[in-house]
């Protein structure tokens, strides 16, 4: 019983780095800076941010059940940060392959479209950092010299009773 759990999680790990290394080619062969890191517990790529200016190196893309996806990463070897995107490669490739009937003509549109995507998220990306740099220095004092913050959870500093 447990030879054959640990046979299908073997299963799935060949599958994986076998996934992520067909990924990595792709962004290589469309001169994208990629490093593997399929030999960690947790296999992973690293595609590095293409957009002029990046405020973060890169992102992390490895699999999730059975699909991939990414997050922000600032260095290479370091941790995550932030939400996960999902990237649907399959889904894409079916949908592709509905409506072009050729196999190989599908898979090319969905590598473009995956490089489409992932320059595009770090084009965004860096639009929204400078945006919100731009934003977090305008906040100007009010007719009395205070600045309002916006709370997302409740104020308990209200609660409290002053016995003086």
Same mark, same amino acid.
């Given at each position: ?5 640990? &046979?299908?999680?073997? +299963?799935?790990? =060949?599958? !994986?780095?076998?996934? %992520? ?6 962004? $290589? ?5 990629? =490093?593997? #890191?399929? &030999? !960690? $517990? ?5 595609? *590095?941010?293409? *957009?002029?200016?990046?405020? #973060? ?9 059975? !699909? @991939? ?13 932030? =939400?996960?995107?999902? @990237?649907?490669? &399959? ?5 592709? @392959?509905?409506?072009?009937?050729? $196999? &190989? ?6 590598? +473009? ?9 770090? /084009?965004? *990306? /860096? ?22 913050? =916006? ?7 209200? %609660?409290?009773?002053?016995? *003086?």
């Amino acid at each position: 019983m447990y030879k054959g759990f640990f &046979e299908f999680l073997d +299963k799935k790990a =060949r599958q !994986t780095k076998k996934q %992520l290394g067909l990924m990595k080619q792709v962004f $290589e062969t469309n001169n994208m800076k990629v =490093r593997d #890191f399929m &030999e !960690t $517990e947790s296999p992973y790529i690293f595609l *590095s941010n293409t *957009s002029p200016n990046p405020t #973060f190196d890169g992102i992390r893309i490895y699999k999730i059940g059975e !699909t @991939l996806a990414f997050r922000v990463q600032n260095e290479s070897d370091t941790h995550p940060y932030g =939400r996960s995107y999902m @990237l649907d490669v &399959e889904a894409m490739y079916n949908d592709l @392959l509905a409506d072009h009937k050729h $196999e &190989e003509k599908a898979a090319k549109i969905v590598i +473009k479209q995956i490089i489409k995507e992932l320059n595009s998220f770090f /084009e965004q *990306s /860096e639009k929204a950092e400078k945006d919100f740099k731009i934003g977090a220095f305008e906040n100007k004092p009010d007719s009395l010299g205070k600045i309002a913050i =916006r709370s997302t959870g409740t104020d308990y500093a209200n %609660l409290v009773n002053s016995k *003086s």
